[in-house]
């Protein structure tokens, strides 16, 4: 079974700075997507990045940056130079690249940013 | 605009209802999956269809039925309504019925309250 945790229920941070939301995932297949999503306060879900198992290069986009380490099972995502545009819940999830299990996403983290 | 739409935005409707939620996936997708987000519960998977049939069911109610049209749009029929079932309600479409290697497409969901 697929499993996503994030550990981090909400967070409060000043503008400008720096935050690390945390997402560690259980899985027993080999080859997967990893996925963060982005949901304002308006509600709709809003893609930020996929991932592929086989590909543990970190990304940047932007003020944006996700950390992907296989050993421990984690796909960290960093936001430098907070914003309040960036108060939102972000979600991590998960997806076999085989069989039909879908999406499994975590409980998400509430972040808010202060100016 | 995602590409999948869904009607309506908002509905209020009282215990013991019965209620349509529609959805449009994005042109050219098979798969429409559809997830609960009730406060407590994070995004839960209910059902997916591709092509009309039905290929994966998560937690979904007996209460609760789905189904996928010839033209490919889905319907999620909610009934005997509880307040519990107030939540938001997404439909997501993807190319393929894993979606792991293209990923969902969202929709900005039906907000149900339940009165």
């Known amino acids: 079974a697929q499993k996503v945790t994030q550990a981090q229920t909400e967070i409060s941070v000043v503008e400008k700075e720096d935050v690390t939301l945390d997402c560690v995932y259980e899985?027993?297949?080999?080859?997967?997507?990893l996925f963060w999503y982005k949901q304002p306060p308006s509600g709709e879900l809003v893609f930020l990045i996929r991932?592929?198992?086989?590909?543990?290069q970190n990304e940047i986009s932007g003020r944006y940056s996700w950390n992907f380490q296989k050993s421990t099972s984690s796909f960290n995502f960093t936001i430098t130079a907070s914003q309040v545009v960036d108060s939102a819940v972000y979600f991590c999830?998960?997806?076999?690249?085989?069989?039909?299990?879908?999406?499994?996403f975590g409980k998400g983290t509430r972040l808010s940013v202060i100016a | 605009d995602s590409g999948v739409t869904q009607t309506p935005k908002h509905l209020i409707t009282a215990t013991g209802q019965r209620v349509t939620l529609r959805c449009s996936p994005r042109?050219?997708?098979?798969?429409v999956y559809w997830y609960q987000q009730s406060l407590d519960q994070g995004l839960q998977f209910l059902i997916q269809?591709?092509?009309?049939?039905?290929?994966a069911k998560g937690n979904i109610l007996e209460r609760f039925s789905a189904q996928q049209f010839p033209d490919l749009h889905s319907e999620l029929n909610l009934s005997s309504l509880e307040l519990g079932d107030s939540a938001l309600y997404f439909c997501?479409?993807?190319?393929?019925?894993?979606?792991?290697?293209?990923?969902?497409?969202f929709g900005s969901g039906t907000r149900l309250t339940v009165v």
């Open positions: 997501a479409s993807s190319v393929a019925t894993r979606g792991g290697n293209y990923g969902y497409t």
């Open positions: 899985t027993r297949d080999t080859t997967y997507y």
């Open positions: 999830a998960l997806i076999p690249s085989s069989g039909n299990t879908p999406l499994v």
């Open positions: 991932r592929n198992s086989f590909d543990e």
């Open positions: 269809y591709y092509n009309g049939e039905e290929r």
């Open positions: 042109s050219g997708d098979l798969s």
